[in-house]
């Protein structure tokens, strides 16, 4: 397996200075609750005037938007203090499992839809069904892939928060595609039509006209655009070498190799340049346009848009998005008190405030996406529910809960294609054997 990551951290470096002010503001959000509901890394000793819920919350937006909540949580719910504990999200699941193993482990914990299952082999996560069968919560308002994805052996472990139908936003400088005579990017473009673009902008090395990116949500996308797939729905096959997957892999690979649109393939820095105007358009979550619209000193005009039409006249979607699991400690002390913070935040009303709170995408129910609120701030929620009328597509993960191993092994030998350490033919060969070779291994 190739284990050499790859990475083009000096493109256009001297940009990404002046950029990285301005996202920082872009991440900017109402006043936050008080310091004392806020720890670093650890549990806190109950209050003596009732319970408290330790939420072991990703550090950043989310978490600023969490705390800009705590007051109002605490006025709706006499009795109950809830506690922030910030962890920076590139090491949150590790501390979380620390906590775990020292028997200090909180009441709540952050998921995703493809840590689930290891969630749950880590014991940080407690079954939910009874809580939502005693308190008639209402489940039926949440897309049914997500709440697939947070299901194990017929358990929910989680309730949603926030979500998206994966990297099928489209961020474009519009006033380079008019400056180069492009057509600007729209609803109805296709695949062919980002690459006429990308080429007709693109002046190396400075200005870029895409930037691809990679990843566990990005790359099922591109497969699903020309009808591919990473596996199968059971989790058991990869299917990486497959016709489809292979056309999706080809047009990665000449974007680099063959159009020179894109330097790397590898989605580095690319928030920083686009905010640099170096950037024709690249693809990601809805989250950065509650960012991006917190930025007030734009050079340049941007807009979104949906993923492009492949050459059989699909989209790619996967469903993405984070929730919120009450851990087994909480479980048995505190079940009630703790599913009352996973309600407060899996409203329809959370689920569009957050967004104007600049805490990323909204809640993954229609009734968020269609409400009149968030037309205002984008019409990004309207295009996309319209180009897919159905819903976000599955998640797909490894039925031996190997996720994170998977992800590892498709992404180093697809970062060997792309930076030629290995001829295209052999490297999709390759990346297809040792996929399923974890595929294959035990469960976790």
């Known amino acids: 397996m190739f284990d050499k990551k790859f990475s083009r951290r000096q493109f256009l470096a001297g940009s990404s200075t002046v950029a990285a002010g301005m996202l920082l503001a872009a991440c900017a959000v109402p006043a936050a609750a008080p310091a004392a509901n806020t720890t670093s890394g650890g549990a806190a000793a109950p209050s003596a005037e009732g319970t408290t819920i330790i939420f072991h919350d990703r550090l950043g937006s989310h978490a600023d938007w969490h705390k800009a909540r705590v007051a109002l949580f605490e006025e709706q719910n006499p009795g109950i203090k809830l506690q922030i504990d910030e962890l920076d999200g590139a090491e949150m699941f590790a501390k979380i499992y620390a906590l775990a193993a020292g028997g200090n482990l909180g009441d709540i914990v952050w998921t995703y839809l493809n840590t689930v299952p290891e969630h749950v082999r880590k014991g940080v996560v407690a079954p939910h069904d009874d809580l939502v069968a005693s308190t008639g919560f209402d489940k039926s308002v949440f897309w049914p892939a997500i709440l697939k994805a947070l299901t194990v052996d017929g358990k929910l472990y989680a309730i949603p928060n926030h979500g998206h139908f994966g990297t099928v936003v489209y961020y474009f400088n519009k006033d380079l595609y008019e400056a180069a005579g492009a057509t600007v990017p729209n609803p109805d473009w296709k695949s062919d039509d980002l690459v006429d673009g990308a080429k007709k902008i693109t002046k190396a090395p400075d200005t870029w006209g895409f930037r691809a990116q990679q990843g566990s949500e990005h790359t099922p996308s591109y497969m699903r655009m020309f009808g591919g797939e990473l596996m199968n729905e059971d989790g058991t096959k990869c299917l990486l070498g497959e016709e489809k997957s292979i056309q999706a892999l080809k047009w990665l690979y000449d974007l680099k190799e063959t159009h020179k649109v894109d330097p790397c393939i590898c989605g580095d820095q690319y928030r920083e340049n686009f905010v640099a105007g170096k950037v024709g358009a690249f693809n990601t979550t809805p989250g950065l ?86 037309a205002t701030f984008s019409h990004i929620y309207g295009t996309i529910r319209k180009a897919y009328p159905e819903g976000p597509r599955p998640w797909y993960r490894p039925a031996n809960a190997r996720s994170s191993e998977f992800d590892d092994v498709m992404l180093n030998n697809l970062q060997a294609i792309w930076t030629g350490e290995i001829g295209f033919d052999a490297g999709v060969e390759q990346v297809q054997k040792l996929c399923q070779e974890v595929l294959d291994k035990d469960h976790l």
């Open 289 to 374: 346009v509650a960012e991006f619209s917190k930025v007030k000193d734009w050079k340049f005009k941007w807009d979104v848009t949906v993923a492009p039409l492949g050459p059989e006249g699909t989209r790619g979607s996967q469903v993405s998005g984070g929730a919120f699991g009450m851990t087994p400690p909480a479980a048995s002390k505190h079940p009630a008190e703790t599913f009352k913070v996973l309600q407060f935040f899996s409203t329809k009303e959370d689920g569009v405030e957050h967004v104007f709170g600049g805490a990323g995408s909204p809640g993954p129910r229609d009734d968020v996406w269609d409400d009149p609120k968030l």
